[in-house]
């Protein structure tokens, strides 16, 4: 589709807690959307245990095959954080105190009020694969981290959040990734769908999605447009709203409210 | 952990409308939370797009892994759902009209008012992989199904749940998955990480999870005690707690409201 220019990117969502259903993951929305604007093409993510053997083995594969892979989740103190030295072992090389994030936290520990203490496990806080450039954690101090195509971010999503906007000025993308949306009450994917596929067709360089809506007041389809031509994603809107109209639906321009 | 002697599983969440961002996905807490009560382990979960080559390697990786493969999205009329084939394709199957899919699905649009056309996109619906297995769909009537270990379900949320309810009764699981949660507020992760990874080491086949929260009043950590065993469950719970009043805090039991 359109975004083959656009360099390419995995997410691995990290936790026991998403795959058992304990927490709702809200970290993979943020990311794709500020991918496609940056012009990162968000190609698959992954949600893996706090499981050392998974995560090593799918870091490994997954960051020879994107351009980037983003990580959120288990780099926190506790035994269950192991994020950290699963990326050093994916990568081959030592994990070891950072001497950046170790001053950073150990100052931090030492000037609180009361003092707290840099204890063994917010030591490992700062213990990192040896060659990593650290991201800046504005909201809890304790830094993510990028090596090589990996960029290592937190699990709670505001920290994620800023730490993501940390990097991005560090990511260098394709053209932005646009889209739109026509929405029409009261037409039925089965009705549209072969004239949709032509559309389709006719716009190769526009990827064309068809979802439909359910609301108490009735459903409807919406079609998304997206690319990263501006003025192809444009026609093939115009064509899909010509179509629905030609269908007997009022097509809107937008996501139904 | 606990969990080994309980079949394990998988869930592709099949949909580029998930890697744009442009909708959150809510099938897998659900699939999560039901897995558990199930006794079936959730290793994994991937979100892929609407891709053919990116769904039939994906699939024909995770049925070799895992017990039991779930799919959402990708089942509907329009040009974008290929979910179906690629299952055929990842099978090396013949994918084909089923007999029982397609005259239920032709009936239902004869006898509509006013009649619908059960017309190429349309019969789409009720095209399947060889070997195909129907799950009941209560809900819109186009039925999911079951190949080998791969249960293909829908991407609507009440569609899907209606689905894997009527496919539950036919899934057999190990133990069910228990937890158990204690939260104390006040207390920080990196006071207590050293004490928890006593615990966990204690209690092997109980699997602790360490999770902060953030409230406007102020924070805490909640403790995650899982397994099989409930005695086992209930006993790292209480160790768990006992440490956290011994850290000076109060601990509740269940999540912090």
Same mark, same amino acid.
């Given at each position: 589709?359109t975004?083959?220019?656009?360099p390419?990117a995995?997410?691995l969502?990290?936790?026991n807690?998403v795959?058992?259903?304990r ?6 929305? @943020?990311?794709?959307?500020? $991918?496609?604007?940056? &012009?990162?093409a ?13 995560i090593v083995a799918?870091v490994?594969? +997954?960051?020879a ?11 926190g ?5 192991i994020?950290s030295?699963?990326i050093a072992e994916?990568?081959? +090389?030592?994990?070891?105190?950072h001497?950046?994030?170790w001053a950073? $936290?150990?100052? @931090?520990y030492?000037?609180r009020?009361p003092?707290g203490?840099f204890?063994?496990a917010?030591?490992?806080?700062a ?8 991201i800046?954690?504005?909201v809890s101090l304790?830094p993510?981290?990028t090596?090589g195509n990996?960029? +290592?971010?937190?699990g709670?999503?505001r920290?994620m959040?800023a730490?993501f906007?940390s990097l ?5 993308? &394709? ?7 026509v ?8 009705r ?12 190769p360089?526009v990827?064309?999605?068809? @979802?439909?809506? @359910?609301?108490?007041? &009735?459903g /409807?389809v ?9 003025e ?6 115009h ?9 007997g /639906?009022?097509? +809107?321009?937008?996501?139904p409210?």
């Amino acid at each position: 589709m359109t975004t083959t220019a656009n360099p390419t990117a995995c997410v691995l969502i990290i936790g026991n807690e998403v795959l058992s259903g304990r927490t709702q993951d809200a970290n993979l929305q @943020y990311l794709a959307r500020r $991918l496609g604007e940056i &012009g990162i093409a968000l190609r698959e993510a992954r949600v893996l245990p706090d499981d050392r053997a998974a995560i090593v083995a799918a870091v490994s594969e +997954v960051r020879a095959r994107y351009d980037h892979v983003f990580t959120t989740g288990g780099i926190g103190p506790t035994h269950d954080d192991i994020t950290s030295e699963c990326i050093a072992e994916a990568f081959g +090389v030592p994990w070891e105190p950072h001497p950046a994030a170790w001053a950073l $936290l150990e100052n @931090y520990y030492r000037h609180r009020n009361p003092p707290g203490d840099f204890n063994p496990a917010r030591q490992r806080m700062a213990t990192m694969p040896r060659g990593a450039t650290l991201i800046e954690n504005p909201v809890s101090l304790a830094p993510g981290f990028t090596i090589g195509n990996v960029h +290592v971010l937190a699990g709670v999503p505001r920290v994620m959040q800023a730490m993501f906007e940390s990097l991005a000025p560090r990511l260098r993308g &394709g053209p932005p990734i646009v889209s739109r949306t026509v929405h029409a009450d009261g037409l039925m994917e089965g009705r549209i769908a072969e004239g949709l596929a032509d559309i389709q067709q006719r716009w190769p360089a526009v990827e064309i999605g068809s @979802y439909p809506y @359910y609301r108490p007041a &009735g459903g /409807g389809v919406a079609v998304v447009a997206k690319g990263t031509d501006p003025e192809q994603v444009r026609a093939a809107a115009h064509d899909v709203a010509a179509f629905l109209r030609a269908c007997g /639906g009022h097509p +809107v321009e937008g996501e139904p409210a």
